[in-house]
């Protein structure tokens, strides 16, 4: 039997450094199509309470979303395939973060620079 394995499947365990890396990468490719003012990992690997099924929370933060929200939200997951499907892009306009999350996320998560 022949198996497949992707750099994208959830084979082995990543620590955060190579988290923050993945997510790094990815703010490089985010740059091209959004004008960022932060990006965060948060979630359980700013936490350090990963499990092996983790996912990799990325909150990417700009000041509007130019153009349909819906049109522009299926390019964060397209970017993601690029670097590691376990990342899982939120996208927080800073004008209209009513429910707050982005403090929240500003408190207990990593800004990637």
């Not at 082995?12 to 959004?34: C, G, Q």
């Not at 990417?60 to 590691?84: E, H």
């Amino acid at each position: 039997m022949c198996r497949n394995y992707s750099k994208n499947q959830r084979t082995t365990t990543m620590d955060k450094s190579e988290a923050i890396k993945k997510v790094k990468a990815y703010r490089i490719l985010l740059k091209d199509y959004f004008q960022l003012e932060n990006v965060y990992l948060f979630g359980s690997y700013a936490k350090n309470t990963n499990q092996d099924d983790s996912d990799i929370d990325v909150a990417i933060v700009v000041k509007n979303v130019k153009g349909d929200y819906f049109s522009v939200n299926p390019i964060l997951w397209k970017l993601r395939r690029q670097i590691d499907d376990r990342i899982e892009p939120i996208l927080i306009e800073m004008d209209f973060d009513e429910a707050n999350f982005l403090a929240e996320v500003q408190k207990f998560g990593i800004e990637i620079s």
